[in-house]
T-cell receptor
């Protein structure tokens, strides 16, 4: 079966510090990968998605970047954090191939980032 | 810009009662999803609705999709405390054969009281 892991689970960082959140998927190949952010008490916002190694699509201009160095690894980064970067970051995957393709996303456990 | 609106935003209901959560969206789509989120936790997939008229049921929850009205409902039957959570609907606007692009609703926080 497929599993998705995110780390760290919780992070407290000062303004201006760098960020690296990692996500890996096991039990599947060639997944589509996604980063979402959930601000406190809010809905989810799609930040980035990737359909393959090195292929990143950005949905919202911001202080963050994403990379996919390996097929099942997705990384969210920032060079200098802002207060507004605080939130709950969720990595998700969906099957790229296969029938039927439902478009359903499967989420990791999330990384809670507090920027002080 | 796609808008996905849920109502109510907050619902307090007694155990044993029935209620419906509504999800309206502003663009054409025939793929809609319902997720559950417990406090401080991630999202758990509940239902995948892929065509007009689709109806799915699991336990005390039943979801339906009317693509012509751009409306999905999540019906709760005889609520129990364990159903207390936040429920999100999400609409996929991606073209067929491309990566999913889910836009989430604002969420409905459900509190079931004893």
């Amino acid at each position: 079966s497929q599993t998705i892991h995110q780390w760290p689970a919780t992070l407290v960082q000062p303004v201006g510090s760098p960020l690296s959140l990692e996500c890996t998927v096991e039990g599947t190949s060639n997944p589509n990968l996604y980063w979402y952010r959930q601000a406190a008490g809010r809905g989810l916002q799609l930040l980035f998605y990737s359909v393959g190694i090195g292929q990143i699509s950005s949905e919202v201009p911001q202080n963050l970047s994403a990379s996919r160095p390996q097929d099942r690894q997705f990384i969210l980064s920032s060079k200098k954090l802002l207060l507004s970067d605080s939130g709950f970051y969720l990595c998700a995957w969906s099957p790229r191939y296969g029938t039927p393709r439902t478009g359903e996303l499967f989420f990791g456990e999330g990384s809670r980032l507090t920027v002080l | 810009e796609l808008k996905v609106e849920q109502n109510p935003l907050f619902l307090s209901m007694q155990e044993g009662k029935n209620y419906t959560i509504y999800c309206n969206y502003s663009t054409t789509s025939d793929r809609l999803y319902w997720y559950r989120q417990d406090p401080g936790k991630s999202l758990e997939s509940l239902f995948v609705l892929l065509s007009n008229g689709a109806v799915k049921q699991e336990g005390r929850l039943m979801a339906s999709l009317d693509t012509k009205a751009r409306l999905s409902t999540l019906h709760i039957t005889a609520a129990v405390h364990d159903l207390s959570a936040t429920y999100f609907c999400a609409v996929d606007t991606a073209k067929t054969g491309t990566a999913s692009k889910l836009t989430f609703g604002t969420g409905t926080r459900l509190q079931v009281t004893l």
